[in-house]
């Protein structure tokens, strides 16, 4: 069944992608806490600074993003599942 | 660019790349829908529904993907307010140091700096919970009815006068502690003025005590608010005469 396949390779291609945008979040993430850290070399106060909150939230996205790689995952086994009952039907 | 300035573009390319993402969730939503109809087509019911169950998980990809662009807009938000010191979150010492000066009295900081991240409908709008929501302002509120809005105004003012002028007496006591703390007069009593055409001459001042302020403010708005029931009063009988 060509047309289950093409959707598992769509649905793939998906996952992989979001799996990149969580690494560039990520790395997002790190250099707002490079930033951060350069920030308390200073000396400037740093909790309560947007800077920490901007930190907080791409640490949300990530923790987002993953989630969104799961979803992907399980539409995976999902439209496995079809290919799997519809070859033995 | 400066490092800040990249970390804004970089939070910017992941929103850019998260809205990109609609684009292939959409086609791959596509591409399943495609295959469903083709399933019920032929009378596949059993892969029709294991297809439509791929559907629903797509889509919440797809709502998780609308809530992941959101935050990655609110990161983006918050790091501008890091370059340019204002917005959400910025980096104001103004607030703070009030707060430092009076640390339980004046209720100058914003709600999520005073209650944290969660704050309850009662915190936000600064009230007691163990008051009860119809007491003190709403006492007796039934019995203003038939007044006019200004009375109505003027007589809950009277009634929550005590409240207000706390409320003063706290606002105004830091300009008259002020006040009371740089009183300092010459020691010899002699403050020299300038004078244009005429030599230098000297003005002595009466004999001074020190500045004893009774916090005024407070006072004046209690009897501001008498005089405001006095000309609502005032009002209604011009009213009910003509």
Not at chain 2, 95 to 119: F, I, S, T
Request: net charge negative; proline share 5%; glycine share 8%.
């Amino acid at each position: 069944m060509s047309l289950i396949d093409d959707v598992l390779t769509s649905i793939e291609a998906d996952k992989q992608a979001v799996e990149e945008i969580a690494a560039q979040i990520a790395g997002s993430k790190e250099h707002a806490e490079g930033l951060l850290g350069q920030f308390q070399a200073l000396g400037v106060k740093v909790e309560g600074h947007a800077l920490s909150f901007a930190r907080q939230t791409l640490e949300e996205c990530v923790a987002q993003c993953a989630a969104l790689g799961r979803q992907f995952e399980e539409a995976k086994v999902a439209a496995e599942a079809v290919k799997g009952g519809g070859s033995k039907a | 660019m400066s490092a800040l300035g990249e970390l804004l573009a970089k939070v910017a390319a992941d929103k850019e790349l998260v809205a990109d993402l609609a684009a292939r969730a959409a086609a791959t939503k596509q591409a399943v829908e495609d295959a469903k109809a083709k399933a019920s087509e032929i009378g596949a019911e059993d892969v029709a529904a294991g297809l439509a169950r791929v559907e629903a998980e797509l889509e919440q990809v797809e709502s998780g993907r609308t809530v992941l662009e959101g935050s990655l807009e609110k990161a983006r938000f918050q790091v501008e307010a890091a370059i340019s010191g204002t917005g959400l979150g910025a980096p104001s010492s103004a607030h703070e140091r009030l707060a430092e000066h009076h640390p339980d009295g004046l209720d100058v900081m914003p709600p999520h700096e005073r209650l944290g991240r969660n704050p309850t409908g009662e915190q936000l709008m600064g009230k007691d919970p163990s008051v009860g929501p119809f007491q003190k302002e709403h006492e007796n509120a039934n019995s203003d009815k038939n007044l006019n809005p200004f009375a109505r105004g003027a007589r809950s003012a009277v009634r929550n006068s005590g409240d207000f002028k706390d409320g003063l007496d706290a606002l105004s006591k830091p300009a008259f502690q002020s006040m009371q703390v740089k009183w300092d007069p010459p020691a010899d009593n002699y403050y020299p003025t300038v004078g244009v055409a005429e030599p230098i001459s000297t003005y002595t001042a009466p004999q001074h005590a020190q500045a004893d302020l009774q916090n005024p403010v407070g006072n004046l708005f209690v009897v501001a608010v008498l005089v405001a029931d006095w000309a609502a009063r005032g009002i209604r009988k011009w009213k009910g005469n003509s």
